[in-house]
């Protein structure tokens, strides 16, 4: 029988984490919310090591919310790391699959088009997965998946009286994979919206420092 190390058994199979604190560490350290984005991104890059180094299968970033406001610093920094991402030989190597989850869609057809081919020339990967939330919001995501089922029903395939938890997952953004174990909130506010239904068994840790200040350590002492 397959015995598994304590540490083996303790990691978790999906880590979640928000990039929040911009705004903050650009007024602290007398820097532009340019240079701040830009820190953010080059950071997230580095940091996706992390999860072949510590062979994590699944992997979320928090990138866009929903109502965030459109600030063009922000949309071409995201579109800069995209691009890098698209580019480099980090997703053939190490057989990484890219899902975007959101109404990432809605964004300029030029970073749409780019998400799409992340999207498709990875998608016959399955070693780890990387997952980006991107003009997304938990909310909204329990309210379309209520939506796909209240249509199911009204079409006469399923009974109302019939509707669980495993339907509800079954029809999220994010029914194709398993619900974060952990969620790391940087950013000093103590909430998130971040995979909202997936998170009702997650262990959330605050940082409370921003993204920009995060550091593998902070990252090993969560998982730890």
Known sequence: MLRLK???LEKPLHVALTLDGSKKWAESNKKSLQESFRLKFDKLFDFLQVQIEQEIPIMTFYLLTK???????????????????????????HHI????VGKWYHLPADIVELIKQLIDETKEYDT???NFCIKYNGQEEIVDAC??????VQAGKIEIDLINEAMIKENIYTSYFLPPKLI????????TSLLLWDSVYAKTVY???PWQD???KDFMKAIG
Not at 76 to 91: A, G, P, Q, T, V
Not at 184 to 191: A, D, E, Q, R
């Open 6 to 8: 304590k540490t083996e």
């Open 67 to 93: 109502n965030q406001d459109y600030i063009q610093e922000y949309i071409d920094e995201m579109k800069r790391f995209l691009e890098k991402l698209k580019n480099s030989e980090y997703l053939n190597k």
């Open 97 to 100: 699959k890219v899902s975007v």
């Open 128 to 130: 780890y997965f990387l």
């Open 147 to 152: 939506k796909l089922l209240a249509r199911q």
């Open 184 to 191: 790391i909130k940087t950013g000093s506010p103590k909430n």
């Open 207 to 209: 940082t409370n420092k």
């Open 214 to 216: 995060f550091t593998k």
